[in-house]
C-alpha cells in the first residue's frame, strides 16, 4: 500500500485502454465543503487487484487516502462509497465497499468502485464529503467521465451520502443510503441522550454521573462505566428490567436487535427485554459516553437537550410501548409514576453555539433533486429503522417525496444486509435513473432482484411501515419535532 498522504497513486494492475473521452468537466477539482453525520459499520477487508481489475491506492491534500478498485471492462458506472464511522484513534482505512462478498459481485459486473478514508475519525463531519468528492474528482482525472456517478454508504456513510446528495448533486445521478443515520445530528444525540437520561433518573437518582459535558474521553469512558454497572445490577430484579425496557423503549431500540438472538414471540416480554439489555449496555459503552464526547469537542460544547421534553408523549410514540406496559405491570411499578419523575428531573440543556453548528453540518433540508433509496433493516438497534420516518418527515416537507423510496429489510442487527439485498438497492435505484420512474420498489420485486445477484444469499426485504421518530429535527421545520 502506498504511504497515507501520498498524492502519487499507484497501480497494481492496469485496465485495458478505454476509447471514453477524458472531458475538462471531469477534472473539477473538490468542492471544499462539508456537512455530516455519523455511527459505525465495519471496514471492508480488501480484495486483492486481479488481472482484469485495477487497484489505485493514493492520497488527499486533506491527509485522507483513497482507494480505487475499476475493473478492465468498466460498465461506466462508478460507485462513491462512504464508509461508517470510525471512532477517534482507531484505525482508519480507505474502503470502496461495504464488504468483500458484495465487492467482489460487483466488480464481476463491471462496476467502478472508489472511497475516501476522510481525513479525521469520529465524528468527522467537515471531512468526509469533500473527501468523498476530491476522491470523485481523482477518479475523472484518471479514467475520465463516468456515464453514471451513483453515490452509496452505511451507517454514518448513509449520512455523508444524503449530504453529497443534498448539497452536491450535480456531482451525482443518484444515491443508495443503507441502514443511514439519515435523522440528521441533531436528532442522533437527542435520541442518544432520552435512554441514559432515563436510566440515571431512575436507576441512579441522584447519582453525580455526567451525560453531557465530558471534558476527555478518560471522563467519558469513566461515565460508560459507572452507568453500565448501574444497569447491569438493575437486570437482576423485576424492577431494574423494567426501567431498562424503557429506557430502550425511548431509543426505540427493537426486541430482536441481533441475528444470533432468538426472535420472541410478540407476548415473551421477558426474551423482548433480555435481547434489549446487551444494545442499551453497547450504547452506554459507544455514542451515549465516548462518541459524544468527541462529537461535543467538534461542536464546541453540548448539542442536545431535553428541556420542554414529554416523556410520556415519547413512550408513546415508541414501537415497544406496549412491553413496557407489560413489563411494568409484572414488576408492580406505576409507570405513570416513572414517568412523572423523569419529567419532574433536572434538565439537560444545550449550548445554542454548538446546536447550531451541529444543525449546519449534520442536520438535513429533506431538498432532493437526483433520485434516492434508503433501505433499513427492521431489527437496527444502533441506528433504528425509526430514523426513516424522520427522513420522510423532511422529504415530505421539503416537496421531494417523488424522488425518495424507502424499503426494509427483516433482519436484526445494524447494516446486516446480504450482498443480494444491496445489489437488489442498487439495481432498483439504476433502473428509476434509466426509466425516469420508479419500478419494483416492493418487497417481491425486490426479493427477485436480490435473488438474480446472487442467489447464494438471503431476500428479506418486507412491508414495513416504522413508528413516528420520536425527536425529529431538521432544516425543512422551524421547530424541534416535539
Known amino acids: 500500500m502506498t504511504t497515507g498522504t501520498s498524492p502519487h497513486p499507484r497501480t497494481h494492475s492496469r485496465p485495458r485502454p478505454r476509447t471514453r473521452p477524458r472531458t475538462r468537466a471531469a477534472r473539477r477539482a473538490a468542492c471544499a465543503a462539508a456537512l455530516l453525520l455519523a455511527v459505525t459499520a465495519a471496514p471492508a477487508p480488501a480484495v486483492a487487484a486481479t488481472p482484469t481489475t485495477s487497484r489505485i491506492e493514493g492520497g488527499l491534500p486533506s491527509g485522507a487516502t483513497y482507494l480505487m478498485d475499476v475493473p478492465a471492462d468498466w460498465n461506466g458506472t462508478v460507485l462513491l462509497f462512504s464508509h461508517g464511522y470510525v471512532p477517534a484513534g482507531a484505525a482508519n482505512p480507505a474502503q ?81 443510503s443503507l441502514c443511514g443515520l439519515v435523522h440528521g445530528g441533531v436528532a442522533n444525540w437527542n435520541n442518544t441522550l432520552d435512554p441514559v437520561f432515563a436510566l440515571r433518573t431512575l436507576l441512579a437518582p441522584g447519582s453525580d454521573i455526567p451525560l453531557t459535558g465530558l471534558p476527555d474521553q478518560a471522563a467519558a469512558a469513566d461515565a460508560a462505566k459507572a452507568l453500565t454497572a448501574v444497569v447491569d445490577s438493575a437486570q437482576s430484579t423485576a424492577a431494574g428490567r423494567a426501567r431498562i425496557a424503557l429506557a430502550a423503549a425511548l431509543h426505540n431500540i427493537p426486541v430482536w436487535n441481533q441475528p444470533t438472538q432468538t426472535r420472541p414471540a410478540a407476548t415473551d416480554w421477558d426474551t423482548q427485554q433480555a435481547n434489549q439489555y446487551p444494545a442499551v449496555k453497547g450504547l452506554l459503552n459507544t455514542a451515549a459516553f465516548t462518541w459524544r464526547q468527541e462529537a461535543e469537542s467538534r461542536a464546541g460544547g453540548t448539542m442536545s437537550w431535553n428541556t420542554g421534553v414529554d416523556y410520556a408523549a415519547l413512550l408513546g410514540r415508541s414501537s415497544v410501548r406496549k412491553e413496557v406496559t407489560e413489563l411494568y405491570k409484572k414488576a408492580g411499578l406505576s409507570l405513570r409514576g416513572d414517568l412523572a419523575a423523569l419529567n419532574r428531573a433536572p434538565r439537560v440543556g444545550a449550548d445554542p453555539a454548538a446546536v447550531a453548528w451541529m444543525s449546519r453540518t449534520s442536520s438535513f433540508t429533506g431538498r432532493l433533486t437526483k433520485p434516492q433509496l434508503s433501505v433499513h433493516t ?105
Not at 420512474?437 to 446472487?454: F, I, K, V, Y
Open 378 to 482: 427492521i431489527g437496527d438497534a444502533l441506528v433504528p429503522v425509526q430514523t426513516e420516518s424522520a427522513l420522510r418527515r423532511a422529504v415530505t416537507a421539503a416537496g421531494s417525496a417523488p424522488l425518495l423510496r424507502q424499503a426494509y429489510v427483516d433482519n436484526a442487527g445494524h447494516c446486516t444486509f446480504s450482498p443480494g439485498e444491496q445489489l437488489a438497492a442498487l439495481h432498483t435505484l439504476e433502473d428509476r435513473l434509466t426509466t425516469g420512474g420508479w419500478h419494483g420498489t416492493d418487497p417481491q420485486a425486490l426479493n427477485s432482484r436480490a435473488a438474480a445477484a446472487d442467489p447464494a444469499s438471503p431476500a428479506r426485504y418486507v412491508t414495513h411501515r416504522p413508528a413516528p421518530y420520536p425527536r425529529p429535527y431538521d432544516l425543512a421545520h422551524p421547530a424541534d419535532g416535539r
Open 96 to 176: 470502496d465497499a461495504p464488504d468483500e462478498a458484495t465487492k467482489a459481485l460487483l466488480l464481476e459486473r463491471g462496476y467502478a468502485l472508489i472511497g475516501s478514508s476522510y481525513a479525521t475519525t469520529g465524528w468527522a463531519v467537515t471531512d468526509a464529503v469533500p473527501d468523498q468528492l476530491a476522491t470523485l474528482s481523482a477518479f475523472g482525472d484518471r479514467f475520465g467521465a463516468a456515464r453514471r456517478t451513483i453515490a452509496w454508504g452505511r451507517s454514518y456513510g448513509g449520512l455523508v451520502t444524503t449530504a453529497i446528495a443534498e448539497r452536491h448533486a450535480d456531482r451525482i445521478d443518484g444515491s443508495l
